[in-house]
């Protein structure tokens, strides 16, 4: 599971963590009186983990705890817990918290938030457990074993983070069109329509710094269907995501990406509107979405692509693993020398290298909205090391 699968997006507390955005689910009936104790015994099933998050609050609040700072990522995860169907504190085990660490794991793979800021928030969400464990909600703590931690990503400095170098994002972009041009030429063994797709990722990463869950499909969520044609406005030069926000968000393209789509669209020719950028070539996967259509199931051996267009089924787009497996192998074939942990150039670290250009060059606020960050402040913590070293220059400059 993707942790936006179940949230929408965990950041960095640091980074104005008062506007998270989380979905927020609506209880049914009126909540308690906030300053109100709310007693296990008031309900046959006891407390729900909205209500003890609530208590929880008030009384970090009244204790001097940051609450502001705790807030949005309990409420996330009493958020996940609904979502998990585990509506009462007293249902909550190792497990559930074991599947909640691994979901903030997922983040920290897509580079959203530091390992350490992973650990900082599991460690919000076992102070919680333990309230409730006094609060006699609670036997023992399920946060509190080495089964619930098993996922947590290492806890290592945010500035280890990957970004992409201007010479590798150059060499990942003319291998691309490289080997867009072995493929038409038949010297390789992929199609010309899967080369355009890989070289259509990896332009809209290095020029638009789209997160992976706003490119590709998501298993464990089912909004997150992949970009589909009806997302791209190529006329006005804009295509729409799903952002972290989990709201339709717009996103200008530059002329290198309007170029890359327009190319796209020509080779691919979608029947419909729905129809992915990026179509999965999972063969299975397209007999199941017929089938799951048209209540029949192709014959095997079918031209199953035909098919999919004849009947206006659109296949399924590829999945966030299946983006990263394609920069893996465009990585690796383009020869590209990687620093660090990292064996290929990962998604998010085209995102942090766009920001980090924009921002270098002293254009902070377009970097803002390049990133579709909610503030300026957001942008200015995202790259502190570089306003560090700016100002570092200044005080020499001033000193000379």
């Known amino acids: 599971m993707a942790l ?9 507390n ?45 009384k970090k609040l009244e204790s001097g705890g940051s609450r502001s700072t705790m807030k949005p990522v309990l409420e996330s995860f009493a958020t996940f817990c609904t979502r998990e169907d585990v509506e009462y504190v007293g249902d909550l085990n190792s497990n559930d918290c ?3 660490g691994l979901e903030l794991r997922e983040h920290y793979i897509d580079g959203e938030i530091a390992g350490s800021t992973a650990n900082t928030y599991f460690a919000y969400v076992r102070a919680f457990l333990s309230f409730c464990v006094r609060d006699e909600q609670l036997d023992t703590n399920p946060a509190a074993t080495e089964s619930a931690e098993e996922f947590l990503p290492e806890d290592r400095p945010s500035r280890e983070t990957q970004f992409w170098e201007p010479t590798q994002r150059e060499r990942l972009l003319e291998y691309a069109d490289e080997r867009v041009r ?16 890989d070289r259509t990722i990896v332009v809209l990463l290095a020029e638009l710094g789209l997160r992976g869950a706003e490119m590709f499909r998501d298993t464990t969520d089912d909004e997150r269907e992949g970009l589909r044609w009806a997302d791209v406005d190529l006329e006005r ?11 339709r968000e717009p996103v200008g393209l530059t002329k ?8 796209l669209e020509r080779v691919q020719d979608p029947p419909i509107d729905d129809w992915p950028l990026f179509p999965t070539g999972h063969a299975a996967s397209k007999y199941a979405a017929v089938e799951e259509a048209t209540g029949e199931r192709p014959e095997s051996g079918s031209d199953i692509d035909a098919i999919c267009r004849e009947a206006g089924v659109s296949p399924p787009s590829i999945t966030k693993e299946a983006g990263r497996q394609i920069l893996k192998q465009l990585t690796n ?42 503030s300026i402040e957001t942008t200015h913590e995202a790259y502190s090391d570089i306003q560090a070293e700016d100002v570092a220059k200044t005080m020499d400059n001033i000193r000379e």
């Open 14 to 58: 640091h980074i104005h963590f008062a506007k998270c955005q989380f979905d927020q689910v609506d209880l049914p009936g009126s909540a308690p009186s906030p300053t109100a104790k709310i007693m296990p015994g008031e309900n046959p099933r006891g407390t729900t983990v909205h209500e003890a998050v609530e208590r929880y609050l008030e």
């Open 256 to 263: 290198a990406a309007r170029n890359a789509l327009e190319r």
């Open 333 to 374: 074939e383009a020869g590209i020398e990687l620093e660090g942990d990292a064996d290929y150039l990962q998604p998010h670290g085209a995102r942090r290298a766009l920001g980090a250009e924009l921002y270098e060059k002293g254009h902070s606020e377009l970097a803002q909205k390049a990133l579709r960050h909610a």
């Open 237 to 247: 030069g804009r295509l729409e995501v799903l952002g972290k926000s989990r709201d």
């Open 182 to 197: 072995m493929a038409r030429e038949e010297t390789i063994d992929v199609t010309v329509e899967r080369a355009y797709r």
């Open 4 to 12: 936006e699968a179940k949230t929408g997006g965990i950041r960095d």
């Open 98 to 100: 074991r599947e909640f």
